[in-house]
């Protein structure tokens, strides 16, 4: 055995170790010649919001084929995917990219016998008390029970409580009989609180409804606990990554390299009402109509009521408030205190904004 050998090497590592520490902490004594960048983050030039968008949309997308060919794939998947509704599930899908197309798709395809509601996660603000009422007033339809001939209290009228009860009590003629929700991301910023999540569980608990959701932020299923996720929803987590670009639910969000504009652009404003039914983008139509001829003044509701029955649009209040919930989750819609104290419709956009709008949708 070498000993000398062996401690002479060590010695040279312990040298160059000491000569390492030596150096680095005489680097931090002495003063650094190098001279500070006096340039700042404010100093960059950001984009207008409305150009970075409208260029983003001129960007070529890649591997179409493949894509489309991969959602196509998920139709096989569609009979799996009733049955475990039929039998008490929730459908959770997850993977990445937009999972809008093939929800959408099942629900129209596979759901067609059914009453589909759908909610849009991605948006800001969500009236869930709205969406409830339109549950409870299409599982009304299809009851028979001496709540229908006789109804208390109108359903608007309810408290979520009595809501909730309704849709899991009510009697059906039909065991299979049930109303779907589908919520495009459940996980959004306008349901991921607390309080709503507590409510869609309770509401997937319901031995009339069946939840079929998205997810997308990586720490979602954080937002149940034990109880939630296996008893109250029940779900059924399925991967369906489609790798489609997150359009529609990018679109509410400020773009990160962009300002932000105080109003909405023309072409978000022109997208959202292409993606309503024609009945919703008439109502808007009829506002709009009525903004450019009054610029100074909002649209009383009662007004709006009065001219859409005219036109043959709306057959209730009911109906209306849906359309007008819709605006008003997507920013499209504002409430404007009249100087007699009523509260008008006022739509955030210039005049010339609005004509190019109606031109979009026409």
Same mark, same amino acid.
């Given at each position: 055995m070498n000993i000398n050998g062996n401690r002479e090497e060590d010695e040279e590592e312990e040298d160059e170790e000491f000569e390492f520490s030596r150096n680095y902490f005489l680097a931090k004594e002495l003063p650094s010649s190098a001279k500070k960048s006096t340039h700042k983050l404010t100093d960059i030039n950001v984009v207008d919001e409305q150009e970075l968008r409208e260029a983003t949309l001129h960007i070529q997308p890649k591997h179409e084929n493949e894509i489309t060919n991969l959602i196509n794939s998920y139709k096989t998947r569609y009979p799996e995917w009733l049955l475990s509704l039929r039998c008490g599930f929730a459908l959770l899908m997850y993977g990445f990219g937009s999972?809008?197309?093939?929800?959408?798709?099942?629900?129209?395809?596979?759901?067609?016998?059914?009453?589909?509601?759908?909610?849009?996660?991605?948006?800001? *603000? !969500?009236? +869930?008390?709205?969406?409830?009422?339109?549950l409870a007033e299409v599982l009304c339809d299809q009851v028979k029970t001496k709540r229908r001939a006789n109804p208390q209290q109108p359903f608007n009228s309810q408290s979520m409580e009595d809501l909730l009860t309704f849709l899991d009590e009510a009697e059906v003629e039909d065991r299979d009989c049930f109303v779907c929700v589908v919520i495009h991301n459940i996980d959004g910023?306008?349901?991921?609180?607390?309080?709503?999540?507590?409510?869609?569980?309770?509401?997937?608990?319901?031995?009339?409804i069946r939840i079929v959701a998205s997810i997308d932020h990586v720490n979602a299923p954080l937002f149940w606990d034990k109880k939630m996720a296996q008893t109250q929803f029940n779900w059924c987590w399925h991967h369906v990554p489609t790798f489609s670009p997150y359009k529609m639910e990018?679109?509410?969000?400020?773009?990160?390299?962009?300002?932000?504009?105080?109003?909405?652009?023309?072409?978000?404003? *022109? !997208?959202? +009402?292409?993606?309503l039914t024609p009945n919703a983008q008439s109502v808007f139509k009829v506002l709009a109509e009525h903004q450019l001829s009054h610029p100074?003044?909002?649209?009383?509701?009662?007004?709006?009521?009065?001219?859409?029955?005219?036109?043959?649009?709306?057959?209730?209040?009911?109906?209306?408030?849906?359309?007008?919930?819709?605006?008003?989750d997507h920013e499209l819609v504002k409430i404007k205190r009249h100087s007699d104290?009523?509260?008008?419709?006022?739509?955030p956009l210039a005049a010339e904004a609005l004509q190019k709008v109606l031109l979009e949708i026409s």
């Open positions: 999972k809008k197309v093939v929800l959408e798709d099942f629900a129209s395809t596979a759901l067609a016998e059914y009453s589909v509601v759908v909610i849009n996660g991605y948006l800001q *603000a !969500i009236n +869930l008390k709205q969406v409830v009422i339109a910023p306008g349901l991921r609180d607390s309080e709503t999540q507590q409510y869609l569980a309770r509401l997937a608990a319901c031995s009339h990018g679109m509410f969000y400020p773009l990160i390299l962009a300002h932000g504009g105080a109003s909405q652009s023309v072409k978000t404003a *022109a !997208i959202v +009402l292409q993606s100074e003044e909002g649209m009383p509701i009662s007004d709006l009521y009065s001219a859409c029955r005219e036109r043959f649009l709306v057959s209730s209040q009911v109906t209306l408030n849906s359309h007008l919930t819709e605006f008003k104290g009523q509260d008008c419709l006022h739509i």
